[in-house]
T-cell receptor
């Protein structure tokens, strides 16, 4: 059974204070690891897909990296508008034709001005 | 604008009264899926559909039904809702889920009394 654990559960930063969110996973045959952002009252919004260890993706102040056991979402010089819940999900190969996403519980990020 | 649309956004109802949550996407996506999000449990897949008339169970299908008569629509049916189905529901879709991310609607909050 695929499993995803995210840490910390909550993170409070000052504007400009860089940090990282962690996503540890166990999966049978990783097809992809996904990062989503979720704002209150909204659905998850896609950020990145990573497919293999060593891969990195960047978008504005966010950078996602992947190893064989975990992924990090690095936030550089965050702004208050980066405040959200960040979700990590894996798509495993044991699902056959079901491309379901197995999600972690998320990290609630608050960036104070 | 590409989007996944869910209706209603909010619903309070009573035990046993059949209800349907609609999901429609305008991106010609083949793959569609329903998730529920509960505090402390994260997002869990209920049902998925690979294409018209092709549906199958996810991790938590009990008490739910789905149908896929048209590519764009994937309604979620609760024939006899119970209080343990009180949750936040998300519909997602993807054109090629093995290589493209799933896009989520903004959610339906169901309260069953």
């Amino acid at each position: 059974e695929d499993q995803v654990t995210q840490s910390p559960e909550a993170l409070r930063l000052q504007e400009g204070e860089s940090s990282s969110l962690n996503c540890s996973y166990t999966v049978s045959g990783l097809r992809g690891l996904f990062w989503y952002r979720q704002d209150p009252g909204k659905g998850p919004e896609f950020l990145f897909t990573l497919y293999s260890a060593g891969e990195e993706k960047e978008k504005e102040r966010l950078k996602a990296t992947l190893t064989k056991k975990e992924s990090f979402l690095h936030i550089t010089a965050p702004k208050p508008e980066d405040s959200a819940t960040y979700l990590c999900a894996v798509q495993g190969g044991s699902g056959g034709s079901n491309y379901k996403l197995t999600f972690g519980k998320g990290t609630l990020l608050t960036v104070n001005p | 604008e590409a989007q996944v649309t869910q209706n209603p956004r909010y619903l309070i109802t009573v035990t046993g009264k059949k209800l349907t949550v609609t999901c429609s996407q305008n991106m010609n996506h083949e793959y569609m899926s329903w998730y529920r999000q509960d505090p402390g449990l994260g997002l869990r897949q209920i049902y998925y559909s690979m294409n018209v008339e092709v549906t199958d169970k996810g991790d938590v299908p009990e008490g739910y039904k789905v149908s896929r008569k048209e590519k764009r629509n994937f309604p979620l049916i609760l024939e006899s809702p119970s209080p343990n189905q009180t949750s936040l529901y998300f519909c997602a879709s993807s054109f090629r889920p093995e290589i493209q991310p799933q896009h989520f609607g903004d959610g339906t909050r169901l309260s069953i009394l």
